[in-house]
Structure formats: structure tokens, C-alpha cells
């Protein structure tokens, strides 16, 4: 490959790194606000009550009533909330849910970077004795 060409993708690569590097700082620097989180994601149920003659038996449902979603051993479980709890409990659960898409983000950069560090390695890398 030839030099200039060869330089052309490491500055491409560059490029590539530091606005991934920039964005994952800021991601980090997100997750560092220390405030408290409540295990599980926000969730709005809607029900039927069960009486015949009620307008939930012809599709309009009660609610929205607050729960979370919680992951618990693998499986997905929805816990009701009491209302006196919501504010606090929905405020915490935004929080959580926030950090979990930003960790989802941050691991999927780290992958990138590491894809992109991998290429250059091989791009810069010979055999010696040439094969
Ligand atoms: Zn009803």
C-alpha cells in the first residue's frame, strides 16, 4: 500500500476515534451524577376491572396506571407502583433507564474502538520473514 494512501486511512481512523472517544467521555461523564435510581424501567398499565357492564369491557381499559418494568433472573416483571410512591419512583426509574441506554452506548463505542484499533493494527502490521 502506498504511503500516502496508507496515511489517509490512519487520519480517516483518527477521525473516527476521537469523535467516538469525545462522545464516550461525555456519556461517562453523564453516568457520574451519583443521584438515586430505582431498578427498573418506567411503565404505564392499563386493565380491565372485570365487571361486564363496565367501558373496559368494550376496550377502554383503566389507567394509565404506574409500574416498572424489572428485570428479575433473566425474566421481565412489571410491579404496580402505589401512587403516593409515583413521583419519586417514575423520577428515579427515568433516571435508571437513562443510564442504562447510556451504558448500552458507552459498551457499543468501546466495541467500535476496539474494531477500529484491530484494523489499524492489521492494516500496520506485517510477517517477518515475508510469506
Ligand atoms: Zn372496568
Known sequence: MATSTKNRIIQDFEKQLSSLNEERTKSIFQLLHGKPMIHGLPLEVFRKCGKNNCKCAQGQLHGPYPALSVNKDGRQKTVMVR??????????????????QTLSRIRKINKEIDIILSDIKSASTTMYPKE
Open 83 to 100: 401512587k403516593k410512591d409515583s413521583p419519586t419512583v417514575l423520577l428515579k426509574s427515568i433516571r435508571y433507564k437513562h443510564f442504562q
